[in-house]
């Protein structure tokens, strides 16, 4: 009698249901997402003009601050020292250009496209004795548009660049005193920067030449 064989493994059945159990637990399963933190960090506050700015035809830098609200701002270094002898009041026309006011009380500006950092107020030019209804707005993180207006009309702008001071040197090894001399050399073509912002642009003299207004 032959003898029947039966190919049939007992372990086939428990193999494939195991399957369908582990294939139904992976369909139910829910989706793994990416973990949600509680609070998203805020974004990065928007750039402003507070800092030091070299004019557009590098004779002059301007230093800008926050005072009490709103943004002033002091010539803090200049390649050749002058004064401001076209101000139209006759006691400031010997003061030094170095120290004085050009952005006068700047307050930021209508919400408009485009222009989000934008701040109006006034700017004081030197090279005719007149102050400017005048606005500044960041053009990106290290450019300053600067635009003044006289009368409503024959407005002119520039673009300022903020200034990046230079690394540190390592101080030079000191030398044995020598004997001092009654003559000192001077450039006279470099400014020592401005020590106080608000102080200088709040001053009584900081002010006096807006009696010139135009």
């Known amino acids: 009698m032959p003898i029947q064989r039966n190919f049939r493994s007992p372990y086939v059945p428990l193999s494939f249901a195991t399957f369908l159990v582990w294939v139904t637990a992976t369909s139910l399963a829910p989706a793994q997402t990416a973990p949600v933190s509680a609070g998203q960090p805020g974004q990065a506050a928007p750039p402003d003009p507070i800092g030091e700015w070299t004019v557009a035809k590098q004779v002059a830098r301007i230093k800008i601050a926050d005072c009490d609200g709103r943004l002033w701002g002091v010539v803090s270094w200049e390649a050749k020292p002058g004064i401001d002898q076209k101000n139209p009041d006759p006691s400031l026309k010997s003061r030094p250009t170095l120290g004085m006011p050009i952005l006068l009380g700047m307050a930021p500006g209508k919400a408009s496209p485009g222009k989000p950092n934008k701040w109006e107020g006034e700017i004081y030019n030197s090279e005719d004795g007149h ?40 101080p030079p090894p000191q030398r044995p005193a020598t004997k001092s001399s009654n003559s000192r050399k001077t450039t006279g073509s470099t400014a020592e920067p401005t020590d106080d912002v608000c102080s200088r642009a709040l001053g009584s003299s900081g002010l006096s030449h807006e009696r010139g207004l135009k």
């Open 131 to 170: 102050t400017y209804s005048a606005s500044i707005s960041l053009v990106d993180p290290n450019t300053l548009r600067v635009q003044g207006c006289f009368l409503g009309f024959l407005c002119g702008g520039e673009n300022w660049t903020r200034f990046d001071p230079p690394a540190a040197a390592p």
